[in-house]
């Protein structure tokens, strides 16, 4: 018992820092208003391109579609967004009994889209939220960055499940920017979190473990990640869209097949899909890097103690340490522009440490059949 109080001593440096971490960052709202609201809390009769049953009960945006009908949809234009850096979306939405459609994005959702001059859809981070299922109201909110090619923007209310019922609430649309102050508290939390690394690796003696340049280089891989910018995890949907469109191109075409016409019509028609099928791609790209660098953590950092004939009891501790520094990497996406901490970030790692724990189990017997004679 003592001994786990030393070690758990050790760590309160760490613990509190985090404590505070969140504690501010979940407080302070680095944006700040930058004019008067765009939208606020719109009627029916200011949306356009009404598509299925929509209908406005009490304020409320009512999206349904019934088993076998059509997808419900309703628009609201923002004035021209040339003037504005970012764009807060706030919104509520209830869904009941919405099926999900052929892809994951038919669904209830609430989204931003942007075009530039030619009136022409820009691709990018456009979705605020989709849900399917049943689900009592929920409240979200989400920055969006006015692209540079952009010369309006549109928030869509969408239900394009299979069937289902979708109420929206409270939407509004509100320029802002980054406050100033922002640079100056990120710069001092970078600073003190680089200061809490280089006391707690030495005193808990990481730099003595068995396989610590593998181990170290991990954690930095998994630091790269969680500081990547939103932005470049976007962008290489978009590099997979380009990609894929240029394979397209270079396939032979039957010229006999339909007038060009409608061929532009129906790549106008499929665009926004297919960028929300690579943004999915990649999102899932990213969830398997998150299971896969803590699972490989993980294993790392067992099979080193194991080489270095540990009690069984440290493969608590340093379970606790990974686990910590699931929490502590999270929390530094505050840091960051374009991203925030979730907990499906954190469920993923738990995920990985668990499944590198039940990997470890099954090879160290072997490891200790065939090793014992020369770590003993």
């Not at 939405?93 to 052929?102: A, L, S």
């Not at 209310?157 to 508290?185: K, M, N, Y």
């Not at 003595?208 to 976007?234: C, D, E, F, Q, S």
């Not at 724990?357 to 200790?368: E, G, K, N």
Request: charged residues 20%.
């Amino acid at each position: 018992m003592e001994d786990w109080r030393s070690k758990l001593k050790l760590r309160m440096p760490v613990l509190a820092l985090l404590a505070v971490s969140v504690l501010f960052w979940t407080n302070y709202d680095r944006y700040e208003p930058t004019g008067p609201a765009l939208l606020d809390s719109p009627e029916l009769t200011e949306g356009t391109d009404l598509r299925g049953e929509v209908s406005e009960n009490a304020g409320r945006f009512v999206l349904n579609v019934p088993k076998g009908g059509t997808s419900a949809r309703i628009n609201f234009r923002l004035p021209p967004t040339t003037d504005y850096e970012y764009i807060r979306v706030r919104g509520r939405i209830r869904v009941e009994d919405v099926v999900v459609g052929k892809h994951p994005w038919s669904c209830a959702r609430l989204l931003v889209t942007q075009y530039d001059a030619n009136d022409k859809w820009i691709p990018g981070h456009h979705g605020l939220v989709a849900e399917s299922g049943s689900r009592d109201w929920k409240r979200h909110e989400d920055e969006f960055e006015i692209m540079p090619t952009a010369k309006r923007a549109v928030v869509s209310l969408h239900q394009s499940g299979l069937e289902g019922l979708a109420e929206f609430d409270g939407i509004t649309a509100q320029p802002v920017r980054i406050r100033a102050s922002f640079t100056g508290w990120r710069l001092l939390f970078v600073v003190l979190w680089v200061v809490a690394a280089m006391v707690y690796f030495p005193r808990c003696r990481l730099n003595r473990r068995k396989l610590r340049l593998l181990i170290l280089l991990n954690a930095m891989a998994i630091l790269v990640g969680t500081l990547m910018p939103g932005h470049w995890i976007g962008n290489t949907a978009d590099q997979v869209k380009v990609v894929w469109e240029k394979s397209r191109a270079s396939a032979p075409v039957n010229k006999d097949l339909r007038p060009a016409t409608a061929i532009a019509t129906k790549k106008t028609a499929t665009e926004k899909p297919q960028m929300d099928r690579f943004s999915q791609i990649v999102g899932n790209a990213h969830r398997v890097g998150h299971f896969a660098l803590f699972s490989s953590l993980c294993f790392l950092v067992y099979l080193s103690a194991a080489l270095e004939r540990q009690h069984p009891i440290y493969f608590l501790k340093v379970g606790f340490d990974i686990l910590l520094f699931a929490v502590v990497t999270e929390s530094l996406q505050f840091l960051t522009l374009d991203r925030t901490p979730g907990w499906w970030g954190l469920i993923l790692d738990i995920y990985g440490m668990v499944t590198a724990l039940a990997i470890f189990l099954i090879v160290l017997p072997l490891l200790r059949r065939y090793g014992g004679s020369e770590s003993g």
